[in-house]
């Protein structure tokens, strides 16, 4: 075995689009890999000081969170590596379709199968910098084309994509191969 010291190679990381919106009203995106779920009803974000930082101090902290697909790589790449702040055109040049969401102050990509609804609960270490913020999963929507026979999210047909830090990747999910909290009974025979 190689040794490589310490890095926080979490294999994957997701790679979620943060949706907000600014003081006029205007849609902006980021991309976010250093997030996952905090509880039950909660996710966690590394939010660094972004245009989207600013958002998140207006319409009540309430933001939404759409997961990247193969389909969208591109705009949500892009969407990581150019700020509001500098390109007033960026969401223009993603050409994703936006709307209201339903049950939060903030813009539903209609371009993502699956994304979460959030509200702000908590900011943790917040400094100059950012912070960690702590979001409440206020609702999530799924379009109808994407789920399975018993109605549900099925992400084997939605071309997620993870963050690979080790080597700065995008990498696509692929497929199921087992149940979880079962398979594993095969050794309790
Ligand atoms: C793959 C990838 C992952 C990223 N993850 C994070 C993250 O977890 N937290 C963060 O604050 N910024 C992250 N960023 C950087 C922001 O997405 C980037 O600074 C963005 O341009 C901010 O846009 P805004 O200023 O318009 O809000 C990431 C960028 C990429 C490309």
Known sequence: MKSFGSKPWMLPQPVLIIGTYNENGVANAMNAAWGGTWDMHE???SMG???TTENL???NGEFTVAFATAETMLA???VGIVSAKNDPEKMAKTGWTTEKAPNVNAPL???FPMTMECRIKQKIDESET???LVAE???VLCDEQYLNEQGNPDVEKMN???YEPVNHKYIQMGKIVGDAFSCGKELMK
Do not use: E, P, T
């Open 43 to 45: 996710i966690i974000i």
């Open 49 to 51: 000081s972004h245009a």
């Open 57 to 59: 101090k207006l319409n």
């Open 76 to 78: 949500s790449d892009f």
């Open 109 to 111: 990509f209609k371009n």
């Open 130 to 132: 950012g912070y960690y």
């Open 137 to 139: 999963v206020v609702n």
């Open 160 to 162: 997620i994509i993870a």
